[in-house]
């Protein structure tokens, strides 16, 4: 049977610079899509090279779902990883919710109003609401939007942040907060976010860090290439390209684990290890690893 992919996928440039001028990092990523979006294609029948643009040094899937499919997906389907937990809502990140909102609050002295874009359950907001902020997200999926409405009285709109979305109004904080890799047209949403901001006010991004130890460490196992949903890969270099190509100036900047205690991540380094020696032997094959030390945040100021 011949695949339509052309129907599907995108073969798409770096997508923080546009440019061409680009390496193999890792050939035939088996993990491109997933038939609750509606592709009617099996992953091994799709697989995507993981690319380094030898001009900005991000990394970037070679190949991506059609805009249209994924914005469906995120929007009137929900992602995966809701199917997850939807039944039992919590939140698994609860102490690293509250750091990061202790981290915006110092970072961002004098800020009042934040709008977080993919504001998820709305966890993080609420942890800001508390704190005195004057908080409004943006989320596509309406399970998550709803909870957040529901749960903790957010003032979250249920779509993908456009325009029109908040009009004739500004903020002193917008968050990307576990966004930014899900994104394939990441300068279009940069310059919707930018024009949100007031003149000084900052951007914050926590993401996965392809220069962490652990990422190198796994390789193409590692479990940011792994998710489907992950489309862009940053690190230092490339989140300062895509701030200044938005007039935004790096801030700060910080490497982090994305949860869990320094104990837990130490422990998942040495569980790491060990699965790879089993793979190695073939005791079992694993198709992935974990996160571990490999995150940063990144705060840019207009």
């Known amino acids: 049977m011949k695949i339509d992919y052309d129907k599907y996928f995108l073969q798409q440039g770096c997508p923080v610079c546009n440019s061409s001028n680009n390496k193999i990092l890792y050939k035939n990523i088996i993990h491109t899509c997933h038939e609750k979006a509606g592709v009617q294609i099996s992953n091994a029948d799709?697989?995507?090279?993981?690319?380094?643009?030898?001009?900005?040094?991000?990394?970037?899937?070679?190949?991506?779902?059609k805009d249209e499919i994924i914005n469906y997906y995120y929007n009137a389907v929900n992602s995966e990883y809701y199917d997850t937990v939807k039944d039992k809502p919590f939140d698994r990140r609860a102490e690293d919710t509250k750091k990061f909102a202790?981290?915006?609050?110092?970072?961002?002295?004098?800020?009042?109003?934040?709008?977080e874009i993919g504001s998820g359950m709305g966890y993080l907001l609420n942890q800001l609401n508390l704190k005195g902020f004057d908080c409004y997200g943006v989320e596509p999926s309406k399970?998550?939007?709803?909870?957040?409405?529901?749960?903790?009285?957010?003032?979250v709109i249920t779509e993908l942040l456009t325009p029109a979305t908040f009009p004739n109004k500004k903020f002193d904080i917008v968050i990307m907060s576990d966004v930014v890799e899900h994104v394939s047209n990441i300068n279009a949403l940069f310059s919707i976010a930018q024009e949100y901001l007031v003149d000084g006010g900052k951007i914050v991004i926590l993401t996965g860090n392809?220069?962490?130890?652990?990422?190198?460490?796994?390789?193409?196992?590692?479990?940011?290439?792994?998710?489907?949903?992950?489309?862009?890969?940053?690190?230092?270099?490339?989140?300062?390209?895509?701030?200044?190509?938005?007039?935004?100036k790096?801030?700060?900047f910080t490497k982090t684990q994305h949860s869990g205690t320094l104990?837990?991540?130490?422990?998942?380094?040495?569980?790491?290890?060990?699965?790879?020696?089993?793979?190695?032997?073939?005791?079992?094959k694993e198709n992935y690893y974990y996160m571990a030390f490999d995150h940063f945040i990144a705060i840019g100021k207009k």
């Open 46 to 65: 799709a697989p995507s090279d993981v690319l380094i643009c030898e001009d900005c040094g991000h990394h970037y899937l070679s190949m991506t779902v």
């Open 102 to 115: 202790n981290l915006i609050a110092n970072e961002c002295r004098g800020s009042k109003t934040v709008l």
């Open 143 to 155: 399970f998550a939007s709803a909870y957040s409405r529901d749960m903790f009285g957010l003032n």
């Open 210 to 248: 392809t220069d962490s130890l652990y990422a190198k460490f796994c390789g193409r196992k590692w479990l940011y290439y792994f998710s489907w949903e992950h489309v862009s890969f940053f690190n230092k270099k490339s989140i300062q390209h895509l701030f200044k190509a938005h007039s935004l």
């Open 250 to 252: 790096l801030d700060f």
């Open 263 to 284: 104990a837990k991540n130490l422990f998942i380094i040495g569980y790491t290890f060990f699965s790879m020696l089993r793979n190695f032997f073939g005791i079992r």
